[in-house]
């Protein structure tokens, strides 16, 4: 999975947010603020990552466990493809 070409992800003066570009533009029709921690996954998501490595980015940079890092990223991942800025 990885972040559309469509969609520039970027901090501003603090701000997460996920910026459509292109005729994605008048697809999406907004942006999206970003959490800090779905800013980090997102960064690492211009290049294509499975949910595995997802995980363990997750674990690696938050200290959290195996279990908790599964949930968040199933509840990370589904919102992001429903909001059409990541694809497989």
Same mark, same amino acid.
């Given at each position: ?15 997460? $947010?996920?910026?459509?570009?292109? !005729? +994605? ?6 942006? *999206?603020?970003?959490?800090? &921690? ?15 490595? $997802?995980?363990?980015?997750?674990? !690696? +940079? ?6 908790? *890092?599964?949930?968040?990223? &199933? ?14």
């Amino acid at each position: 999975m990885k972040v559309k070409e469509q969609f520039q992800i970027i901090d501003v003066a603090g701000e997460f $947010l996920a910026i459509p570009v292109g !005729k +994605e533009i008048s697809n999406f029709q907004g942006i *999206a603020i970003l959490s800090e &921690d779905s800013y980090f996954l997102l960064k690492e998501m211009k290049e294509n990552k499975t949910k595995s490595q $997802l995980i363990e980015l997750l674990i !690696k +940079e938050y200290d959290i466990d195996s279990l908790k *890092a599964d949930r968040e990223i &199933d509840i990370f991942l589904e919102k992001l493809f429903n909001l059409g800025i990541i694809e497989d």
